[in-house]
């Protein structure tokens, strides 16, 4: 309830509402700032969050190209290792030499003949014509 200053007001009654209004000032004041302050940490709060959540995102993408690499390396080892033990069989081994002359440069001995096989292919299916082919 909110008292005015009139004529018959006394001094001391002029004194209390100062500093009623003072007081209000103040409670009004103190919200106001802890409003501020919170304001304030939410948007701490936030500028962080935005700044820390596109540098997760590029360190899990950073790791799993890490990862597709390592995969990539092992596939290789294991070519490598392949070729590698293909070498020394065709070193080492005179009946591989011939096995993978036949296969690969089709190449055969004298007075041998040689029959290959092809598989079927999906889309080939035996008893239908070829796509595209006329019928």
Same mark, same amino acid.
Do not use: C
């Given at each position: 309830?909110?008292?005015?200053?009139d004529?018959?007001?006394?001094?001391?009654?002029?004194?209390?509402?100062? #500093?009623?209004r003072?007081?209000?000032?103040?409670?009004?004041?103190?919200a106001?700032?802890?409003?501020?302050?919170?304001?304030?940490?939410?948007g701490?709060?936030?500028?962080?969050?935005?700044?820390? #959540?596109p540098?997760?995102?590029?360190?899990?993408?950073?790791?799993?190209?890490?990862?597709?690499?390592?995969?990539?390396v092992?596939?290789?080892?294991?070519?490598?290792?392949?070729?590698?033990?293909?070498?020394?069989?065709?070193?080492?081994?005179?009946?591989? #030499?011939?096995?993978?002359?036949?296969?690969?440069?089709?190449?055969?001995?004298e007075?041998e003949?040689?029959?290959?096989l092809?598989?079927?292919?999906?889309?080939?299916?035996?008893?239908?014509?070829?796509?595209g082919?006329?019928?």
């Amino acid at each position: 309830m909110a008292r005015r200053f009139d004529s018959e007001t006394t001094f001391d009654e002029e004194q209390e509402l100062l #500093l009623e209004r003072h007081e209000r000032r103040v409670r009004l004041l103190t919200a106001f700032n802890r409003v501020i302050a919170f304001l304030i940490v939410v948007g701490i709060v936030a500028a962080a969050v935005a700044y820390i #959540l596109p540098e997760l995102r590029r360190q899990r993408e950073a790791q799993a190209q890490v990862e597709a690499l390592r995969r990539q390396v092992e596939v290789r080892r294991i070519e490598v290792a392949r070729q590698t033990r293909q070498v020394s069989w065709l070193q080492n081994n005179p009946e591989y #030499l011939g096995i993978y002359a036949r296969d690969k440069f089709d190449l055969m001995k004298e007075g041998e003949t040689v029959f290959r096989l092809e598989p079927v292919r999906p889309d080939r299916v035996p008893g239908r014509p070829a796509p595209g082919a006329p019928e």
